[in-house]
């Protein structure tokens, strides 16, 4: 299982929101570009970057940003937040991301989300945020009439790269991951599920690791708070697997 540091930005700052609530946000740094090494130093193997008001607005507000980042590190780093359309893929991919992160335009626009994965394999990650079982969309502003099950099994014949499955109450909530949601996902699909949302402790990634068939976990308040060790979490994730 990979451990996946969550780097989240707002205003060009690194920032945590707890529930998705932009007006709810801790500033964990202003060079998020350095926040991005650190982790890397510590041995992380991809990073989960966020244009957060990009998410909310429809459309990349951060990307000068997060292009700092993407030349900052070597590793993988996949890119989310207002990515709407071909253009906006075509540009974070030409911008060296290893995959982009759609949520909202995945729920809205299925033949568009045909369009893109026929035209960058496997290069397309679809973010499905649960809110009580249900998809939220537009920066989880709004929730949508369609299950996160039922939202999995219809995209499975598409090359996706991955689900990134998150309980939308629990993150940056530090009370822990759904895991009974979770192997709910794990089950529902065979396209790899990333787990975010809730986790706050090295117990979590134990709990974690016994979801059989769970690519990868997604962490950032329990890091920027000191709660969970990046090196620790990912030796452990090793030794298990």
Same mark, same amino acid.
């Given at each position: ?7 989240? /930005? *707002?205003?060009?700052? !690194?920032? $945590?929101?707890?529930?998705?609530? +932009? ?7 202003? %060079? ?34 997060? *292009? *700092? ?10 890119? &989310? ?12 991919? %030409?911008?060296?991301? @290893? !995959? ?13 989300? $045909?369009? =893109? !994965? $026929? ?19 537009? &920066? ?10 039922? #939202? ?8 996706? %790269?991955?689900? #990134? ?6 993150? &940056? +909530?530090?009370?822990?991951?759904? #895991? ?10 065979? /396209?790899?599920?990333?787990? @975010?949302?809730?986790?706050? @402790? ?5 709990? #974690?690791?016994? /979801? ?7 962490? &950032? ?11 620790? =979490?990912?030796?452990? %994730? *090793?030794?298990?697997?």
């Amino acid at each position: 299982m990979m451990i996946i540091p969550a780097i989240d /930005i *707002k205003d060009g700052r !690194c920032v $945590r929101l707890r529930q998705g609530k +932009m007006q709810g946000e801790t500033v964990y740094s202003d %060079a998020p570009e350095q926040v991005a090494k650190r982790w890397e130093e510590q041995g992380a193997k991809l990073l989960h970057v966020v244009d957060l008001d990009g998410a909310v607005q429809g459309t990349p507000k951060n990307f000068e940003m997060i *292009k *700092k980042i993407l030349k900052a590190v070597k590793i993988q780093v996949q890119v &989310g937040g207002g990515i709407r359309d071909i253009a906006g893929i075509e540009s974070y991919l %030409a911008a060296n991301a @290893s !995959c982009v992160v759609l949520g909202t335009a995945a729920v809205l626009d299925l033949q568009g989300l $045909r369009e =893109a !994965c $026929r035209r960058f394999p496997k290069k397309i990650v679809v973010a499905i945020d649960s809110h009580q079982g249900w998809v939220a969309i537009r &920066g989880w502003q709004e929730v949508s009439d369609q299950l996160a099950t039922d #939202l999995a099994r219809k995209i499975e014949d598409l090359p996706i %790269a991955g689900l #990134l499955v998150t309980d939308i109450q629990r993150d &940056g +909530m530090l009370t822990g991951p759904n #895991l009974n949601m979770l192997r709910v996902m794990v089950n529902a699909t065979r /396209i790899p599920v990333i787990a @975010s949302g809730g986790v706050r @402790s090295i117990e979590d990634i134990k709990n #974690l690791l016994k /979801i059989k068939g769970l690519y990868g976990v997604i962490v &950032g308040k329990a890091l920027y708070e000191g709660l969970l060790n990046l090196e620790e =979490a990912i030796s452990i %994730a *090793k030794v298990t697997n």
